[in-house]
């Protein structure tokens, strides 16, 4: 395989990856700790200050796997994970995809990093595990998806659940009729988020490169107290927990009731209440998604603030509402199917090995065989994103006009307290929604083979973002 050279992205330009060579067979069988060194794969690991720790743990040791390297642009904590390990540290991811000794780029960056990473190992010659959301947009999660199939690489989401006997076989009853005929899928994500601090202007951490942190995301300052994390409520590098958390819930939604695009119409609702502070996403937000010229809904459901569980999901769950019953996935490895008087009628339990499922079609050659392909991780990160842009262009609406817009979207009807108990649950927390404090965004009517927006240009425009060259997301044409 050719690689990219450090040169070529000091300069801003990427060279195309040569077509795939010779691919050693290793067959489908995964191994723990007895295969050979030559055929040990090795893993980079990047950015690993929270969700990074788990993929070394994932890896290391397992599957016939060495993590190898480690990278962060903070290289206080890189160098102490590196340390730990036994790996060697680089702080550039420049240097990690350039590198011919590495098999398989992990990446659990923040959001705004998760695309060009993926893009930059994959065009040289690695296989990729990302973290979800795949993206930080929809264009990004569309162009890995070209990327991994133009370069025949691997691509694993991670969405775990997809691994996860428990949320198999919940589907896998779903799409028998366990619960009948079923059109509306509830994701739940209920987690309790608390104020980030006044808005201020703050140093970078002690041995972090901001400019690398930065990466394809315009140059901003720093404008929250606690750097590491606390991104995650900046639409700047986040996605807010509608792109943090409920891409799991999602994922199970859209794989429950076997959607497999972006949605053709949405719409949504929410706000940042309770508090000020430096954040600026929703803590609190419904989208509602209609596919199949509305026959099927998903109606996404995120509060922040305290709240009450829904059919016992609190801060990770997933209804789906049947004809004959209903599903109740309220863990990662766990749920229950109830008959319509709420009677249990089967358990779901187990979990799974998502890294093992990884390198099983690592080693096969085979995309096929991932649980959760770059493709499904792009169209459940898709339908977070789209939410967001509807709630963006979205202006100050009172509960009753939003009722009166939203009442009949889709099968939606077919359950329609939802509202109520939204108002009801910022009531319990002080924040009258009966006032314009929730934004209502348009419904937005999308065309889910271009994934572009009918007749709305604002809309479209939120699709992609400005990049910071030289850590630019490739086009279609220059990938």
């Not at 550039?92 to 780029?105: C, F, G, M, P």
């Not at 739940?188 to 601090?197: A, E, F, L, T, V």
């Not at 999901?313 to 599903?327: A, Q």
């Not at 499904?376 to 009753?400: Q, R, V």
């Amino acid at each position: 395989m050719s690689k990219l050279n450090r040169r070529s992205f000091l300069g801003g330009s990427l060279m195309a990856a040569a077509a795939a060579g010779a691919v050693p067979s290793f067959g489908i069988q995964v191994q723990a700790d007895d295969t050979s060194a030559n055929d040990t794969l090795s893993v980079a690991v990047v950015g690993v200050n929270g969700r990074g720790r788990n993929h070394i743990d994932g890896f290391n040791g397992k599957h016939g796997c060495r993590v190898t390297h480690i990278c962060d642009a903070d290289s206080n904590v890189g160098k102490d994970r590196a340390g730990r390990l036994g790996a060697k540290f680089v702080q550039d991811i420049r240097d990690i995809v350039a590198d011919d000794s590495i098999d398989i780029v992990s990446i659990a960056t923040p959001n705004h990093w998760h695309a060009l990473a993926a893009i930059w190992a994959m065009q040289n010659g690695k296989d990729v595990y990302v973290e979800k959301p795949v993206s930080h947009n929809i264009t990004e999660g569309r162009r890995m998806v070209q990327v991994a199939r133009k370069y025949g690489k691997i691509c694993q989401t991670g969405t775990q659940c997809r691994s996860h006997a428990a949320i198999q076989n919940a589907v896998k009853f779903l799409q028998e009729g366990g619960i009948g005929e079923c059109v509306l899928a509830r994701p739940i994500c209920y987690k309790r988020r608390g104020s980030i601090g006044d808005p201020g202007n703050f140093d970078p951490p002690a041995g972090l490169d901001y400019d690398l942190w930065q990466g394809p995301a315009s140059e901003r300052p720093i404008t929250r107290k606690r750097f590491h994390y606390d991104w995650h409520w900046q639409y700047h590098w986040g996605n807010g927990d509608m792109g943090n958390q409920a891409p799991h819930q999602i994922d199970i939604a859209r794989w429950g009731l076997g959607i497999d695009s972006l949605s053709e119409n949405v719409v949504s609702y929410g706000g940042r209440l309770g508090y000020k502070d430096a954040g600026d996403v929703a803590n609190t937000q419904v989208a509602l998604h209609t596919f199949e010229g509305g026959k099927k809904t998903i109606a996404i459901e995120v509060r922040g603030l305290a709240s009450d569980n829904y059919r016992s999901c609190g801060w990770f769950g997933c209804v789906f509402h049947g004809s004959e019953g209903y599903i109740v996935v309220n863990s990662y490895t766990g749920g229950k199917a109830y008959s319509s008087d709420g009677q249990v009628i089967k358990t779901f339990s187990g979990g799974g090995d998502h890294f093992g499922n990884f390198v099983q079609a690592t080693r096969a050659r085979d995309h096929k065989i991932l649980n959760a392909d770059i493709e499904e991780g792009h169209l459940s990160a898709g339908l977070a994103h789209s939410a967001t842009i509807s709630y963006l262009l979205g202006t100050p609406t009172s509960a009753a006009d939003i009722r009166d817009k939203v009442a009949d979207f889709g099968s939606h009807d077919r359950e329609t307290d939802q509202l109520d108990r939204y108002v009801d649950h910022l009531k319990k927390n002080g924040v009258d929604a009966s006032e314009p404090v929730l934004a209502l965004g348009p419904a937005l009517k999308m065309d889910p083979k271009t994934e572009t927006y009918a007749g709305n240009d604002a809309a479209n425009a939120q699709l992609t973002r400005e990049y910071r060259a030289p850590f630019t997301v490739p086009s279609e044409k220059d990938i």
